[in-house]
């Protein structure tokens, strides 16, 4: 299994998906890969090709939300969903994975759950902010029971304003 956090640590909380592949690597987990996927955008294709699960941890806005809301989307959610991950890298995620399906075929992983925080600011500065920060101990909680194989929210119920599912 592979637990990849996207963003950029240079612009806020862009940020929180190499904040919590971070705190992930403090835990010393056995059997799971972290990496930071930072901004690659299409360059993502080569580390999905080939895995059987995946879980993607980026940044959203327009959830419907508050700032630090935490999302659980499948990769065929994502497809319907009516907010968009929040997109500083080369190509939007969602496109990404698009592509993915097409151009890796039988490649292309599984399962792929996106994990991703409602923003407050994207601006230029390093650091997350209050609210963001705050949910960042519950999203690690959260990965960890779906690596461990728990889906650990439900995803039909305590759905946002826009209908998109909660994990708190």
Known sequence: MLVLGLGNTLMGDDGVGVAAVQEL???????????????????????????RRVVIIDAVRGGGGEPGTIYRITGEELAEAEFSLLSLHQLALE???????????GEFPEEIVIYGVEVEKVRPGEGLSEPVERAL???????????????????????GDQGQPRCG
């Open 25 to 51: 690597k403090r835990l010393g987990l056995e059997g799971v890969e972290l990496k930071e996927g930072g901004v690659r955008g299409i360059g993502l294709l080569p580390v999905l090709r080939g895995r």
């Open 95 to 105: 496109h990404v994975l698009a592509l993915g399906r097409e151009l890796l075929g």
């Open 137 to 159: 101990p519950r999203l690690v909680k959260l990965v960890l029971k779906e690596v461990a194989g728990d889906v650990p929210c439900d995803t039909g119920s305590g759905q």
